[in-house]
């Protein structure tokens, strides 16, 4: 250093602090580049953001509807199988009340004819002795849907029976087809054994021969 001009030495801390200047310009513009990267990218995710968001909130108000949709439809569904159910009970009720009216005209049916007897008119009414006459068609179709009730319950009875019987008959058909077989195979096993077939056991003549 003393043997350097105060010149020179002026110079190169010149030349040091512009390059470091230059250095401080470009680190500067460097971060002036990634704080522009850094803007963009989280503008862009704020906008992403802000997308999610309105989707959720979609979503949202979405499952609400549906949650309405659905507590509705189940509302109405009940709503129409408590109807049927009293529907069904009214329908009892009403079905119930001939049946109770068709007793209470029986009971008297029953009784010897005398006063209170009753006769059957042209039309198919009964006409009592005061001269009241009844009209008997409902109980007539109750009798007969009574007896169709009868008689298919009567018929659906028979073909069980039949079909009982028919399994029944199958299976001693096969009873009996297993005995047989057993009992051809026992006779074939005895025809094969000398003890029990005729034509191979010896004659009399040779027992006597061997007592001799």
């Given at each position: 250093m003393k043997n350097k001009p105060?010149?020179?030495i002026f110079d190169e801390i010149f030349e040091l602090i512009k390059k470091l200047k230059n250095e401080n310009r470009q680190y500067?513009?460097?971060l002036k580049s990634?704080?522009?990267d850094l803007e963009k990218k989280t503008m862009s995710l704020s906008r992403e953001n802000e997308k999610l968001k309105k989707q959720i909130t979609d979503y949202e108000t979405e499952r609400e509807d549906l949650k309405n949709k659905i507590s509705e439809i189940l509302a109405s569904l009940r709503s129409e199988i408590t109807g049927k159910n009293t529907g069904d009970e009214e329908f009892e009720e009403i079905d119930e009340k001939p049946k109770k009216r068709i007793k209470e005209k029986k009971s008297p049916a029953a009784e010897p004819s005398g006063a209170g007897s009753e006769e059957l008119t042209?039309?198919?009414t009964e006409d009592d002795a005061d001269g009241n006459v009844s009209?008997?068609?409902?109980?007539?179709?109750?009798n007969d849907e009574e007896e169709d009730t009868r008689e298919d319950e009567e018929a659906d009875e028979s073909d069980e029976d039949?079909?009982?019987d028919t399994d029944i008959a199958d299976e001693d058909e096969a009873d009996e087809t297993e005995e047989k077989s057993e009992e051809e195979e026992e006779n074939s096993d005895n025809?094969?054994?000398?003890?029990?077939?005729e034509d191979e056991m010896p004659s009399d003549d040779f027992f006597a021969d061997k007592k001799e």
């Open positions: 105060l010149q020179q500067r513009e460097q990634y704080n522009t042209e039309d198919g009209d008997e068609s409902d109980t007539d179709d109750f039949s079909a009982e025809d094969s054994d000398p003890l029990f077939n």
